[in-house]
Nanobody
Framework: EVQLVESGGGLVQAGGSLRLSCAAS????????IGWFRQAPGKEREGVSC????????YYADSVKGRFTVSSDNAKNTVYLQMNSLKPEDTAVYYC????????????WGQGSQVTVSS
């Protein structure tokens, strides 16, 4: 069974940095996408970033472009979200999501990591 385990959230002051990790397991294919989403209290879940495995193509929402960097360790099936210059409005629960399209579709979510940025 596909599992996504997140780690790395926490509390940081504005301007600080955090790195989230998303470790994926339970599958044998190597072509899939990992997306990072976030949901703040009272708001809808929004897409933040995405990386295509194994090629590494990336996408960033305008709100995080230039501050967040997504990367991967293909050997470990782990994706990272490096978050720099954090702002209070980045406060949210962050989720990673594995997606694969084809004859059989895969769509799995991590458990979520709380990121809190104090002003």
């Amino acid at each position: 069974e596909v599992q996504l385990v997140e780690s790395g959230g926490g509390l940081v002051q504005a301007g600080g940095s955090l790195r989230l990790s998303c470790a994926a397991s339970g599958f044998t294919f190597d072509d899939y996408a990992i997306g990072w989403f976030r949901q703040a209290p009272g708001k809808e879940r929004e897409g933040v970033s995405c990386i295509m495995m194994p090629g590494g193509g990336t996408y960033y929402a305008d709100s995080v472009k230039g501050r967040f960097t997504v990367s991967s360790d293909n050997a470990k099936n782990t994706v990272y979200l490096q978050m720099n210059s954090l702002k209070p409005e980045d406060t949210a629960v962050y989720y990673c999501r594995l997606s694969r399209w084809g004859l059989k579709q895969y769509d799995y979510w991590g458990q979520g990591s709380q990121v809190t940025v104090s002003s």
